[in-house]
Every structure is written in C-alpha cells, then in structure tokens.
Nanobody
C-alpha cells in the first residue's frame, strides 16, 4: 500500500505562482509514473502533467510553458511548479502515482486563482 500526502495548494492572484508537492510513502518498490490531475467544478478530471521514472515529462496543452513537473526519486516526491496562473486553473489538484501493479490517488488539494 502506498500513501500520498499533497501540499501547497491555496489562493493566488492571476499571474501568480504556486508549487504543489506530493510525497509517497509505504510499500514502494518503484514509482514508475507520477502525475498531477485536476478537476474543476462541473468538469471531468484531466491530466495536467506526468513524468516517468527517468523519463521526459508530458503536459496538457493548456499548461505548457507555464507549469513544470519534476520528481525527486530519493524523496519519492513529485512537484508541480505553476506559474502565470489563470482563473481557469482553479480546480482541485490530485496526485497520481503508479507503483506496479497498482495505482494510487492523493486526497486532492484546492488551487483557487482569484483577484
């Protein structure tokens, strides 16, 4: 079993920045894939960014050039640096990891972009 603890959400003005963190703990053999998803009110959950172990990151078109995903394998932690935030980035952000053969979701952290 893997536990995920997210942190870093909050209220930010348009154009501002936030950094989300997600630390994994428990019975971890490997973290093959780590990602961030988000879900806005009334919308489906969508992939924001993901990164394979030792691999290149991938991003949703809507966040390319503004968000950066990174991981610290020694700490079993994935980060999402969010810059130039827009109103439409407001959502609950969820950490998602694949530790074969299972996958896990974090509890979610609220990000609100508002003036």
């Amino acid at each position: 079993q893997v536990q995920l603890v997210e942190s870093g959400g909050g209220l930010v003005q348009p154009g501002g920045s936030l950094r989300l963190s997600c630390a994994a703990s428990g019975s971890i053999l490997s973290l093959a894939y780590m990602a961030w998803y988000r879900q806005a009110p009334g919308k489906q959950r969508e992939l924001v960014a993901g990164i394979l172990s030792g691999g290149s990151p991938n991003y949703a078109d809507s966040v390319k050039g503004r968000f950066t995903i990174s991981r610290d394998n020694a700490k079993n932690t994935v980060y999402l640096q969010m810059s130039s935030l827009k109103y439409e980035d407001t959502a609950v952000y969820y950490c998602y990891v694949v530790s074969p053969p299972r996958s896990y979701w974090g509890q979610g952290t609220q990000v609100t972009v508002s003036s």
